[in-house]
């Protein structure tokens, strides 16, 4: 026999006896088949879409027989796009990102579709910020719209008084603080330049907002924190210089907003769009769906996630792929400040000149629901204070006419709870007292 023949004969009966050890061997037909690979495309096969288009993708699990066909959706970057778990992508501003299909059978094994998305031809990436009718010229940078303004205020204030406006915009002073003092500042024309990102993105280390200007609003107007300078001091005597649309100037005739700019909640809506911080997020109004935002709905940083007029095709969701657009609110927003005291504040009420009286161990926390005393459903029996029929819990308030009480004070289960302050005269708190279970402790102090 011919060696190579021989040779050849040899290794087919080796391959052979191979295959017959293998299909010899058990197969266990309740073993699941594990996902190799996963396919991802669009539906309609584009690469690209429009801001505020949506697009179906698509997930081709193989090998067909898998035994768990399932994906999970996820996206690159969810400022710019929004996946649901269908696979739908809603594109929200111009950008790259990628749509990745990941197995749930536990493999690992994952699939990803990169998209371009495209402002609308002819569409202007200003029109949001043109909103800001106060501006004085509006721009894009690059990723960045800058806005300018000379912070003249468009609504009527004392600050006019003595200014070349002053026949046109002055007027006396007619809000409701019967402790309202006007500041020897006047408003002065400015030359300011704001420069915000187009695309904002939540930082990953965010930082406090400074002194100064920390966001521009509607009518040119800069918006300023919680704070007065020098050092964060607060703003509990401050609030009295804050004219009838709660803004006022300071030493260099910049004239800002550190609370809700009631002139423009009363033109536009407590639920509209008052302007834009410097992070690049837009400030709303202290109100949602007809509600009151309250500190409980917002944030570390005073913002959260919701549907706004200005992104009608987001909705908010309880399901892990929320299609909303982040927004924030900052916290002077979000307050009803008719205490005329920054809202931060009620519960930390500084004890001027006087020794306060420790509350002592185990005091409970005043959860921060704020109720005012001239509402309807207050009942007091038994030293236990009721509204509409339960027993009351968070800060009660009462505001009067001028060099009437004042009142604040904690409850916790209809129980006095710590600190009440009361007498509120000339800008500062004649009294305060220091309750534990309803119980007075140590003597009221009397405040300079």
């Given at each position: 026999m011919n060696t190579r023949f021989a040779s050849l004969l040899l290794a087919l009966v080796v391959v052979l006896a191979s295959a017959c050890d293998k299909a010899?061997?058990?197969v266990d037909p309740d073993a699941p088949i594990i996902v190799e690979e996963i396919v991802v495309l669009t539906q309609s096969g584009a690469t690209s879409m429009l801001a505020g288009q949506s697009l179906q993708m698509t997930a081709s699990v193989l090998p067909i027989a898998a035994t768990n066909q399932t994906v999970t959706w996820s996206i690159s970057d969810p400022t710019t796009a929004?996946?649901?778990?269908?696979?739908?992508?809603t594109a929200l501003i111009a950008g790259t990102v990628t749509a990745k299909a990941t197995a749930n059978d536990g493999s690992g094994i994952s699939g990803s579709f990169t998209l371009?998305?495209?402002?609308?031809?002819?569409?202007?990436?200003?029109a949001l910020y043109k909103k800001i009718y106060g501006a004085t010229a509006i721009y894009q940078d690059g990723n960045y719209v800058v806005i300018k303004t000379d912070d003249l205020p468009d609504h009527k204030s004392p600050y006019y008084l003595g200014t070349q406006w002053e026949a046109e915009l002055y007027e006396d002073y007619n809000g409701n603080n019967s402790q309202f003092n006007l500041n020897p500042n006047r408003i002065k024309k400015q030359n300011m330049t704001f420069k915000l990102p187009l695309n904002p993105t939540p930082s990953a280390n965010p930082q406090s907002t400074p002194l100064g200007s920390i966001g521009i609003s509607l009518n040119g107007v800069p918006f300023y924190n919680q704070y007065a300078g020098p050092n964060n001091q607060p703003l509990t005597f401050e609030v009295n210089s804050f004219d009838q649309a709660y803004g006022h100037p300071q030493m260099s005739g910049q004239y800002h907003y550190h609370w809700e700019p009631l002139y423009l909640t009363a033109n536009f809506g407590e639920e509209a769009l008052l302007g834009f911080l410097l992070d690049g997020y837009p400030v709303y109004g202290p109100m949602e769906n007809g509600q009151v935002v309250t500190n409980a709905q917002l944030d570390a940083y005073h913002g959260h996630m919701h549907a706004t007029p200005e992104f009608p095709r987001e909705r908010i969701t309880i399901t892990l792929q929320t299609r909303i657009p982040i927004s924030m609110e900052v916290a002077f927003m979000a307050c009803?400040?008719?205490?005329?005291?920054?809202?931060?504040l009620l519960v930390t009420v500084l004890c001027f000149g006087c020794t306060e009286v420790s509350p002592g161990p185990g005091l409970p926390?005043?959860?921060?629901?704020w109720a005012e005393q001239q509402d309807t459903g207050w009942i007091e029996s038994q030293g236990i204070?009721?509204?509409?029929g339960t027993p009351f819990s968070g800060w009660k308030y009462a505001i009067g006419q001028a060099n009437d009480?004042?009142?604040?004070?904690?409850?916790?289960?209809?129980?006095?709870?710590g600190k009440h302050l009361s007498k509120y005269e000339s800008g500062h708190w004649s009294e305060v007292r220091h309750y534990r279970k309803g119980r007075q402790e140590g003597s009221g102090q009397a405040m300079v």
């Open positions: 010899s061997l058990p929004l996946i649901d778990g269908a696979g739908l992508v371009t998305i495209e402002n609308e031809p002819g569409g202007d990436p200003l009803r400040v008719r205490l005329q005291i920054e809202c931060a926390s005043v959860p921060e629901i204070l009721f509204l509409n009480t004042l009142f604040l004070g904690g409850f916790v289960n209809g129980f006095a709870e």
